[in-house]
């Protein structure tokens, strides 16, 4: 079952260019299994059917407050209590600075403020009007009051100019979506230490042993925790990456420094997450000055850089431990050994190279544990981040984290 199955998203249209790509948006929503209603603004109507998006989501569009039929039984209301969100997109700066005003003047705006659905907001207007200094006023009021913007991206729009301005790409929006209305309890009470990233080994004050990997599954996994009721924190190497919500992060380099941060944490947490993209190798010794060029070959002398969840595996009362073996060949095999060789409780596997891998927009992994398995095909980070958080859930959801929150109440 998808996180959007039998969800309500309330579709606001306005009236930018980028209407046209509404139904694209809607229809994927109804894909996901969400229930879409689309509201249409004035200037929505005219560039966007609303007989079109009837067609595409099974519902009439509204687009006017003064619907005799429909407001007989405040319709209006009706659909502010019906939505679990409300995803305004396109939105041009019209109605952005008349949602930063709380104005109530046409359908959408009065849906906005009638309903405690969380609101989200795809700018879409001329690069010249997104950075104008009212606009990002009206933005930063919006988030102040907790809505979400989702882009606008930088590219070529309707005008000829280039620059930000255009509506993010429906995939973006679909995603931010689920991260609005997919909050659970599946590990309520749970206090979840996840590590991400990758880590920089010094060779010299200007060089590093590191790898491939961005930090994003690692992310995307304490969001979906998180998102789950758990109380997380976040371990993580160098990345560009931004703190999900409500998880405390703590910003590290060397896996020596990995290695400290979770060791402390360890023995207080339920669940570990080892996502970090760990170095194997470590230099054996570190020149305090740049080394300089030679014409010679140069040998760098290796060593074993610390095994962090070996080390976690190896502790008393050890938490539910979840292990990642990101291989070139034989994944499950590999993953399989890699389970019973660190003594741990799951493993991720997932195929690495051949263009496959770090960066990628989307991933596919088969999960291991003693006596068992399971295959998740191929989709998103976030929604594989979900189905991992899922499973853990559910596979720790056994004696050995309800025995953990009996000895941590009796403390």
């Not at 879409?124 to 606009?135: D, K, P, V």
């Not at 160098?238 to 590290?252: A, H, I, K, Q, Y």
Request: proline letters at 5%.
């Amino acid at each position: 079952m998808h996180i959007l199955t039998n969800k309500k998203i309330l579709l606001g249209v306005s009236g930018s260019v980028a209407a046209y790509r509404a139904p694209e948006l809607a229809r994927r929503l109804a894909e996901h299994g969400a229930e879409v209603r689309a509201v249409l603004t004035e200037g929505g109507a005219k560039l966007i059917s609303p007989l079109l998006m009837q067609a595409v989501t099974g519902a009439p569009a509204r687009s006017s407050l003064w619907d005799e039929a429909a407001e007989a039984a405040m319709s209006h209301i009706e659909l502010a209590r019906w939505a679990d969100c409300i995803v305004i997109a396109p939105a041009t700066a019209n109605t952005i600075a008349r949602l930063a005003r709380g104005e109530a003047s046409d359908l959408l705006g009065t849906l906005c403020l009638a309903s405690n659905a969380p609101v989200l907001v795809a700018p879409a207007m001329n690069r010249n009007m997104w950075s104008n200094r009212a606009t990002q006023e009206n933005c930063a009021a919006l988030r102040e009051r907790g809505c979400v913007l989702v882009g606008p991206d930088h590219g070529q729009q309707a005008c000829g100019d280039v620059g930000e301005g255009r509506m993010s790409a429906v995939p973006e929006i679909v995603e931010a979506v689920e991260r609005s209305v997919g909050v659970s309890d599946q590990l309520a009470g749970q206090r979840v230490l996840i590590t991400a990233g990758p880590t920089r080994e010094p060779i010299d004050p200007v060089r590093f042993l590191s790898n491939r990997s961005t930090g994003t599954m690692g992310f995307e996994l304490a969001d979906a925790a998180a998102r789950a009721g758990a109380d997380v924190q976040l371990v993580t190497g160098p990345t560009s990456r931004s703190t999900p919500p409500g998880v405390e992060r703590l910003d590290v380099v060397t896996a020596g420094e990995m290695l400290d941060a979770v060791m402390e944490r360890a023995p207080d947490c339920h669940v570990f997450i080892a996502c970090a993209a760990v170095s194997d190798y470590t230099p054996a010794h570190y020149s305090p000055k740049k080394l300089k060029r030679r014409e010679s070959a140069q040998a760098l002398e290796l060593k074993p850089s610390p095994d962090i969840l070996a080390g976690v595996a190896r502790l008393p009362e050890r938490p539910f431990l979840v292990g990642f073996a990101a291989e070139t060949q034989q994944v499950e095999e590999n993953a399989r050994a890699k389970l019973e060789a660190k003594g741990v409780d799951m493993v991720v596997g997932n195929r690495v190279g051949e263009g496959r891998g770090f960066g990628d927009v989307e991933t596919s992994a088969r999960v291991v544990w003693e006596g068992g398995g399971r295959r998740i095909g191929k989709c998103t980070k976030p929604e594989m981040a979900r189905q991992l958080i899922g499973l853990i859930a559910e596979r720790c959801g056994l004696e050995k984290v309800t025995l953990l929150r009996t000895r941590s109440s009796a403390q």
